[in-house]
T-cell receptor, first 117, second 113 residues
């Protein structure tokens, strides 16, 4: 398996521009998570989906952030408009929710490093 | 509310020495507990987890952790450090019945030759 795939790996954009981050979860996983990692705040859960449905978006910082999962193999995290304080590494992770040896294990992608100037 | 505390943001050990990374949690319900490792410019990789059963859990790369309910701790150990163990380590808690992780702030391990 290729693991969780994220694109782009690096994104540099100017303040005010729209940014879209993409994630392809591991095939067969039914949970998908978006995290943000910064030096100041560490790893924060932004939102997670189960079977393509958003379950908890309480970590989304503000209305400028939105996430979608149109199908089981693709999710996006969008920031519009972007601001310098959004600069961070954004991780996508996926998990298999059914009972079994892999229960509750989250598998992380390599991350997207976002820089907003 | 659940929380995770990792004591020591930076830990240095000599190659071959014992590695001990500390993690304490607070949870009103029995939690599931995890340790992840992050190498530079990479995502997080699961080292080990505790859900139920045996409280001493063995993971990859020779690491193990023991769940101590009375101490609300889940410390990570490795008998002999290798240079390749240099990385950042994160403890996480997931209250049973949810799929959310709450991560600690991380401990950066440095291994000295």
């Amino acid at each position: 398996d290729a693991g969780v795939i994220q694109s782009p790996r690096h994104e540099v954009t100017e303040m005010g521009q729209e940014v879209t981050l993409r994630c392809k979860p591991i095939s067969g996983h039914d949970y998908l998570f978006w995290y943000r990692q910064t030096m100041m705040r560490g790893l924060e859960l932004l939102i997670y989906f189960n079977n393509n449905v958003p379950i908890d978006d309480s970590g989304m910082p503000e209305d400028r952030f939105s996430a979608k999962m149109p199908n089981a193999s693709f999710s996006t995290l969008k920031i519009q408009p972007s601001e310098p304080r959004d600069s961070a590494v954004y991780f996508c992770a996926s998990s298999f929710g059914s009972r079994g040896p892999l229960f509750y294990e989250q598998y992380f992608g390599p991350g997207t490093r976002l820089t907003v100037t | 509310a659940q929380s995770v505390t990792q004591l020591g943001s930076h830990v240095s050990v000599s190659e071959g020495a014992l590695v001990l990374l500390r993690c304490n949690y607070s949870s009103s319900v029995p939690p599931y507990l995890f340790w992840y490792v992050q190498y530079p410019n990479q995502g997080l990789q699961l080292l080990l987890k505790y859900t139920t059963g045996a409280t001493l859990v063995k993971g990859i790369n020779g690491f193990e952790a023991e769940f101590k309910k009375s101490e609300t701790s889940f410390h990570l150990t490795k008998p002999s450090a290798h240079m390749s163990d240099a990385a950042e380590y994160f403890c996480a808690v997931s209250p049973s019945g949810t799929y959310k992780y709450i991560f600690g702030t991380g401990t950066r391990l440095k291994v000295l030759a």
